[in-house]
């Protein structure tokens, strides 16, 4: 502080010299919302594709041979299907050759110990 400046004018050069910062953060943090909004509808669009795949290659082994897989990994081969496990879960649950198999894709939201 300078001998002859007021309280005022010293309190105005602070905040002058903050502004930058708090826009930089804010910016920051702006951009990081943007990246993790990205991010879930990233992976929300690969479970609908997904399980799109799984749910079409059950339909066309069907219309092919008069039944359904009987396996996942019946499906997954057949079709040359590959997917994350580390980001997914697979829940394939035949229903006989005749009706179609239930299909299930779920994301993987935590990971060992809870954290993600």
């Not at 992976?43 to 799984?54: D, P, V």
Request: proline share 4%; net charge neutral; hydrophobic share 40%.
């Amino acid at each position: 502080m300078d001998i002859f400046e007021t309280k005022g004018t010293h309190a105005k050069r602070i905040f002058r010299s903050l502004v930058p910062i708090l826009s930089a953060v804010i910016l920051c943090f702006v951009f990081y919302l943007g990246i993790a909004r990205t991010q879930a509808d990233s992976l929300e669009k690969e479970q609908i594709t997904l399980t799109q795949a799984l749910e079409g290659g059950a339909i066309r082994t069907y219309a092919l041979t008069g039944r359904y897989p009987q396996s996942l990994d019946e499906l997954l081969s057949d079709y040359h299907i590959t997917y994350d496990s580390e980001k997914f879960v697979v829940e394939y649950v035949p229903n006989g050759s005749n009706l179609l198999p239930s299909i299930s894709v779920l994301p993987v939201t935590a990971r060992k110990g809870g954290a993600r």
